[in-house]
């Protein structure tokens, strides 16, 4: 069943219009509802703050305010303006918040997240931290989209990362939608890792083709002997000229700090296509 909502997050402080295209893209393709997230960068505490009060606090505060909606409005004139020319159903929400639980929420009441990619920072933000946060705590399956990444050209390729584990099930699940439309599907297991996160057995990739086969994909076998997970999948997708990649997602948050295993960081931190991911 195709996903009836979208929900992208846009925020001020980065580039947005190749994701919203491809969110626009895929709403279309699927007739599902497009919600936008407009992540307002929030007003930071000046160290002297504690100095400023009375009319100069407030005169702060509303310059603050009139900054975020003009902003705002610029970012909407453009979401309305595509969804109108792709003719689908949609909806503008504001978030002026960096509390993750309320960015988890929009995700939540969605079928599928788009977020920014992974963002290193010295003092991460909320939002610098906002695809961690979805993605281990949402619930709902979430592709990282690379700023630079051109719109239309996503799920055409696709490369599976697959361990027969419950992230991956769930992933490869969640990616149904864009792999029985695919061109071309390459599922990669890679074996003899040791300590890895990833476990390699004879025949469960041969398994998963065949169930994927039945749902009319196009779909090949890698079985890589050796070598650290994430550059592997990374090398297959480069290789395979995929356009995107889909994997479980492991570790786990605690808002406050984030652990990810081994092969989940290197692919979300290094990927330069889309990647799909579960938890």
Request: glycine share 6%.
């Amino acid at each position: 069943m195709l996903p009836k909502d979208i929900v992208v997050f846009l925020e001020e402080a980065r580039p947005y219009d190749r994701r919203l295209a491809i969110a626009a893209d895929i709403a279309a393709g699927w007739n599902a509802c497009l919600i936008a997230v407009f992540v307002a960068t929030p007003l930071r505490a000046m160290p002297h703050a504690h100095s400023v009060a009375g009319p100069a606090m407030r005169a702060l505060l509303e310059q603050h305010r009139v900054r975020v909606r003009d902003a705002e409005a610029q970012v909407r004139e453009r979401f309305e303006t595509m969804v109108r020319a792709r003719g689908i159903s949609a909806e503008w929400r504001l978030s002026e918040s960096e509390l993750a639980e309320e960015l988890m929420l929009h995700a939540r009441y969605a079928g599928l997240a788009l977020v920014p990619p992974f963002e290193s920072s010295p003092e991460p933000s909320m939002t610098v931290r906002m695809a961690e946060h979805v993605i281990f705590g949402s619930g709902r399956p979430t592709i990282l989209i690379p700023d630079e990444w051109a719109a239309g050209r996503i799920g055409r390729r696709v490369v599976v990362g697959w361990n027969a584990s419950r992230e991956a099930t769930r992933a490869v699940g969640d990616a149904l939608p864009f792999l029985a439309q695919a061109e071309a599907v390459k599922v990669v297991c890679v074996c003899d890792e040791p300590d890895g996160e990833l476990e390699c057995r004879e025949d469960f990739g041969a398994d998963l083709c065949r169930h994927l086969a039945r749902y009319g994909v196009q779909v090949t076998l890698e079985q890589v002997d050796g070598g650290k997970v994430g550059p592997v999948l990374l090398e297959q997708a480069r290789a395979f000229n995929a356009d995107m990649l889909v994997m479980g997602a492991y570790g786990h948050t605690r808002l406050t700090r984030l652990v990810l295993g081994s092969a989940t960081r290197t692919v979300l931190c290094q990927a330069s296509i889309p990647v799909l991911v579960s938890r």
